[in-house]
């Protein structure tokens, strides 16, 4: 499929939320969502790093089996990231790394990587499907973020994106919110949490049990540093709210 139009208009989004996230590196507050407490240069209070959340709920994808079969790195136009995919070990924490090769300029660069719900939960739960939730991080490899200071730092700076999926509907490409947090001051990041909602199931836009790929795409954009993506503590939820059981190996 080609995302062309989604990836242009998003890139557009992502530099006036980044351009808001540097307004955010000289409020001296915390920041929601796990991240760490931005530095400003009047600041006495100390930066703490940010750790990896741990998951809350019995049916989280983990990963801390070393399983990542389920995942793949999309590329499939001329903004999209090269990279590998892997589980690592980030603080006692295991999660799915994508590994971006830098193949891409930095300020075009998307990252992807696509999940294949049908090995998570089973083809029987696919059209019960509400909600996904999951945790984003990222880290810096290189220097390259200014701080308010004019100094170049080793941090990841904004960390947005959005996501979408085919649903069953005729294989429509659906829409899930965009998401959006930083680090501005450590090399790697608290956790991000998404929620990527079907909004428009009660119509019949989700997935069904007769689909055969059913996969939800994570994109990451507006990237102001060289840096690697993470993913971790993905659980899928029904209308009810209660979490579907995964596939027992």
Known sequence: MDYRKIVASALMFSMLTAAAGCGDES?????ADGDSVVSSADSDEELVPPTPVEASDE????????????????????????????VVEVQGNKMLKFTDSGNVELS?????????????????????VS?????????????LLENE???????PGWIGGGGGTVTADD???YDFSEFSGGEYNFE???????????LLAASGQKWSAEMEDANFLIM????????????????????????IPLVQN
């Open 27 to 31: 409020s001296g507050s915390s920041i």
């Open 59 to 86: 049916n989280t994808v983990t990963f801390d089996d070393g399983d990542c079969s389920f995942a793949e790195v999309i590329c499939d136009d001329d903004y999209s990231a090269e990279g590998e995919i892997s």
């Open 149 to 155: 200071d004019g100094e170049l730092v080793k941090a």
């Open 108 to 128: 075009e660069r998307v990252q992807k990587i696509r999940i294949n719900a049908i090995p998570l939960i089973g083809a029987e739960n696919l059209d019960k």
């Open 188 to 198: 790697m990041s608290g956790a991000v949490h998404v929620q990527f909602k079907f």
């Open 220 to 243: 990451r954009w507006g990237l102001q540093n060289e840096s690697n993506m993470y993913i971790d503590n993905i659980v899928f939820y029904d209308e009810d709210g209660n979490s």
């Open 131 to 143: 909600k996904i939730e999951f945790d984003v991080y990222a880290d810096a490899t290189a220097e």
């Open 171 to 173: 294989d429509k490409w």
